[in-house]
């Protein structure tokens, strides 16, 4: 049985606001030099993770919703999607890589725009189905829901990979 939309829309936006206060309180030890390495035996830096956040959390909470917007384009670019897309293999060299300042903007400017629109999203929309399902509840609702479960299980690697850099825990 799912969640009743209002409440479970309430419970999504919750959740990915507290995925992405932790999400940021990793980040903001992570020196920005330190984005771009990929720590022996990792297969990934963090530069490519908080650039996956960004692209996953525009297809979770508002491709998947409301398809693609004209405004869209002023989020990320195509090429952005495709560098940090599922499947992707994480390239460390800061040389073919957006820059961090334009990774840490895209990776914020998507998560403004996602909260501004979902207090929006109908309680009709929300229970539409998606095809692939994304979480539990194959709803556009379980998108929203299944958002800040993605955003944790990287900030998981978050916190192995600054680890693994040598930093010292966050306390």
């Known amino acids: 049985m ?3 939309t209002s409440s479970g829309l309430r419970l999504a936006i919750e959740q990915i606001r507290f995925a992405r206060e932790y999400t940021r309180s990793l980040l903001d030890t992570i020196p920005e030099q330190l984005w771009f390495e990929r720590p022996a035996g990792a297969p990934s830096c963090v530069a490519w993770q908080v650039g ?3 692209m996953a959390q525009y297809g979770l909470c508002l491709f998947r919703i409301r398809g693609r917007a004209e405004a869209d ?5 195509s090429a952005f999607r495709k560098k940090f897309s599922r499947g992707t293999t994480p390239d460390p060299d800061p040389a073919t890589n957006p820059a961090v300042s334009e990774i840490r903007e895209v990776f914020q400017r998507v998560y403004q725009q996602s909260l501004a629109e979902m207090p929006d999203y109908s309680e009709a929309v929300l229970q539409e189905p998606v095809d692939p399902p994304w979480a539990v509840q194959a709803t556009k609702l379980g998108c929203l829901l299944f958002c800040s479960h993605h955003e944790m299980i990287h ?3 978050l ?3 600054r680890r693994l850099l040598g930093l010292a825990p966050v306390r």
């Open 73 to 77: 384009l002023t989020l990320m670019s």
């Open 52 to 54: 996956h956040l960004a």
């Open 2 to 4: 799912g969640l009743e």
């Open 155 to 157: 900030a998981g690697q």
């Open 159 to 161: 916190g192995l990979l």
